[in-house]
């Protein structure tokens, strides 16, 4: 058994691994002419515009609306749909925050379903047993990369008269039975955050056929400016900027390629771990496109000496990059356990929230087993292939090393 680093071995790499978006001159080049240009807001500029109608064109979608970034498309999207004090939104506990915590920017309450223990996803039977006449809207999250099962999610959203939101951050090219994720929902939520399948460095993307929402969403991104200087809604200001978009019109063109480059990627991984009985890998439902935004493997803790913690930090050790997402149900965190919200108890103590949760520990048991037991493993298309070997043999040395 080869000894781990952790316990004085050799490691698997003698330096750690970094995997950032790269580049080429030419298009470093498209992104220095708006810096010549000096036209860095989308008042003075054009490549946002641009920028919109490209990744509608591509998502197959009428609007595209872009803003700073994801949590702010989730957000605007949110109160573009009319969600505010009182309303009840449905959505996944295994996600990163800001698909719950934009659901409190509005007052409204985040109520959390259970998942289905192979996609990670929102589980369509736990979301229908939690809708009741507070219930407005549900958030699905594409988680990895998978998309959610958005036949039935649509199908119960129009049954019960709901809206539907995609969060696609991590799922930029997913398609659900042919189609692109972004497209199902009545307003949905793009991320091109650093790690994202296409990435501005910061930013978002909102995504509807509905016009109106559109509009509504531009305004809202804005400060709510109808007009110079005139306001007819709350707003923010959650503008992208010029270079962004200039960014983003490259990585665009490059899309399929990133995401051709995470899918190899996720095959050595699969092809790795054939043989590591402790070691669950991620599914792909033959009726999607999953564009394995990250690569979650499932151990098998109660045939292991160590909890998941003391085994990653065993395999970072062995100088490769690995993290896990997510160590906990958001609904057992302090934000959302202890109601720290607004203060004074809000949106939950509103007076115009009929309704009582409570964030308790066994509410999404499958959630709960999960986060007990994922680890993340990379997918970030500048890795190389040797990275991705070293990544798996170091968590196969580990998981290996380490079993009862
Ligand atoms: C599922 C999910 N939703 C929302 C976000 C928020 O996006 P951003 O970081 O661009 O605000 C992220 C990513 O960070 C995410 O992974």
Not at 29 to 42: A, D
Not at 291 to 315: F, Q
Not at 380 to 392: E, G, K, Q, V
Request: charged letters at 30%; one cysteine or more; aromatic letters at 8%.
């Amino acid at each position: 058994m080869v000894k781990p680093a952790i316990e004085g071995g050799k490691p698997v790499r003698e330096k750690g691994i970094e995997a950032f978006p790269k580049f080429t001159e030419e298009e470093m080049n498209e992104i220095l002419e708006v810096l010549r240009s000096g036209r860095l807001t989308m008042s003075v500029g054009t490549k946002i515009r641009e920028f919109e109608e490209a990744f509608a064109k591509f998502n197959k979608v009428k609007n595209a609306v872009a803003v700073s970034n994801g949590t702010a498309a989730l957000h605007t999207a949110l109160k573009a749909a009319g969600i505010g004090p009182g309303d009840e939104v449905i959505t996944t506990p295994f996600t990163f925050v800001a698909t719950a915590s934009t659901i409190l920017h509005q007052n409204a309450i985040p109520i959390f379903a259970d998942i289905d223990r192979e996609t990670f996803n929102i589980d369509p039977e736990s979301i229908r047993e939690r809708i009741n006449e507070r219930t407005k809207a549900v958030i699905a999250v594409h988680l990895c990369g998978h998309p959610a099962e958005m036949d039935e999610i649509r199908k119960l959203c129009d049954e019960k008269n709901l809206i539907l939101i995609e969060d696609c951050a991590q799922a930029i090219g997913a398609k659900y039975r042919g189609r692109n994720v972004g497209t199902i929902g009545e307003i949905n939520a793009f991320s091109f955050y650093i790690s994202k399948n296409i990435t501005t460095g910061e930013g978002g993307m909102i995504t509807t056929d509905d016009d109106e929402l559109a509009e509504k969403a531009r305004l809202i991104r804005n400060h709510g400016e109808s007009s110079k200087y005139h306001y007819t809604t709350l707003g923010y200001n959650y503008r992208m900027t010029e270079l962004q978009a200039a960014i983003g019109l490259i990585q665009l063109r490059r899309i399929e390629e990133l995401n051709e480059r995470r899918r190899e990627i996720a095959e050595i991984y699969n092809d790795m771990f054939e043989d590591v009985e402790l070691i669950t890998t991620p599914t792909a439902k033959p009726y999607v496109k999953h564009v394995w935004h990250i690569y979650n493997i499932l151990i098998d803790v109660e045939k292991l000496r160590k909890p998941r913690d003391r085994i990653v930090e065993a395999i970072k050790k062995e100088n490769v990059w690995v993290t896990v997402a997510y160590p906990n149900v958001l609904y057992l965190e302090p934000l959302f356990k202890h109601g720290l919200g607004h203060g004074k108890g809000c949106p939950w103590n509103c007076p115009f929230y009929k309704g009582r949760v409570e964030y308790r520990r066994g509410l999404c048991p499958n959630a709960e087993w999960i986060s007990r037991r994922v680890i993340t493993l990379p997918t970030h298309p500048s890795l190389r292939d040797d990275d991705a070997i070293d990544i798996a043999t170091a968590v196969k040395k580990i998981v290996n090393y380490y079993r009862k």
